[in-house]
């Protein structure tokens, strides 16, 4: 019984930390399916707006501006990426990596800006700053409950994606990836594409961090670590639950976006069960490959079956 109760107690928690990720994921999204590109950056990238947002709100910025910078800080790292790749000839993972260790030192110094030296963390209080979202109100039903926003935030994220995607410019990206040699016979500019595709990801993860810095009252330098990984979790939940029936883009978003509430409800009741928190990066590499190897068994199945029926037919 007192389990019951401290898991129904943390899931409006899980629920809404699952929903600031799943902004992240859309942007890993962006990348991994419709880009077909291995991006590294998102562990940097999430960090970077973080700490853009806290600092601003520290030097009295709203946090609406605040968390509207740490997007367009987000776009320069993916522009970054963007050129190491297509300019340089950089393969994608690796210019994704060159890109997050050079925001490591990035992310120090914007946390120390003033201060002379990098700082690893900052805080920013709920009481001394108007914070968008913060887990304080998560269990109360008022204004200020962070899923009331979130829900807003992630169905206009959704709308605005669908339309830009069913745009001239959002077709030739999703042609880019789908087929760059027929994109550029088809006379589409596939490196602006990737760039494209690399800063609107980023500028999604780093408005998601944002969001996190400020849900949890603070940024940090590693907040990012491992944030690749739970990015493909949701991506790949989602579309083992839902890819049945979630054949619409938008719907595959939204899909994207539950699979990471999803992962953070299963973290939550494996650490209600009596599991370690340092354990937790393994817990994130078991569920990530449970839900990759599914489909392979499934299919494996099928195959069995249907090899079955044939005989049998025979």
């Known amino acids: 019984m007192q389990f019951l109760v401290s898991l129904l107690n943390s899931m409006p928690g899980a629920v809404a930390q699952g929903m600031i990720w799943g902004v992240m994921a859309v942007g890993v999204y962006i990348t991994f399916r419709v880009l077909d590109v291995a991006d590294l950056t998102v562990d940097g990238s999430l960090a970077t707006g973080g700490a853009v947002c806290v600092m601003l709100m520290r030097a009295g910025w709203n946090g609406w501006a605040a968390v509207f910078c740490a997007f367009l800080a987000g776009l320069l790292a993916g522009l970054v990426t963007g050129l190491f790749h297509t300019g340089c000839g950089i393969p994608a993972i690796l210019a994704g990596i060159l890109t997050q260790l050079a925001l490591y030192s990035i992310n120090l110094r914007i946390m120390g800006f003033g201060t002379g030296s990098g700082k690893a963390n900052q805080a920013i209080s709920v009481d001394k700053y108007p914070l968008l979202v913060s887990q304080r109100y998560v269990r109360e039903i008022s204004p200020k409950n962070p ?20 745009t001239e410019r959002g077709c030739s990206l999703r042609a880019t990836g789908a087929n760059q040699q027929m994109a550029r016979a088809q006379g589409i500019n596939t490196s602006f594409d990737l760039v494209l595709g690399l800063m609107l990801s980023n500028g999604l993860v780093a408005f998601s961090g944002a969001l996190l810095a400020q849900y949890q009252g603070a940024s940090d330098i590693n907040m990012g670590r491992g944030a690749i990984v739970i990015g493909l979790a949701a991506v790949i939940i989602g579309e083992v639950v839902f890819g049945r029936i979630f054949h619409n883009f938008a719907l595959k978003l939204t899909a994207v976006c539950i699979g990471a509430v999803i992962y953070y409800l299963v973290i939550q009741v494996v650490l209600r069960l009596g599991l370690s928190t340092d354990d937790l990066k393994l817990l994130t590499a078991l569920v990530v490959a449970f839900f990759l190897a599914v489909p392979h068994f499934h299919g494996r199945l099928r195959a069995k079956s249907q090899k079955g029926e044939v005989k049998g037919n025979a």
């Open 147 to 166: 899923l009331l926003l979130m829900l807003v935030l992630l169905a206009a994220l959704i709308g605005a994606l669908y339309w830009f995607f069913g």
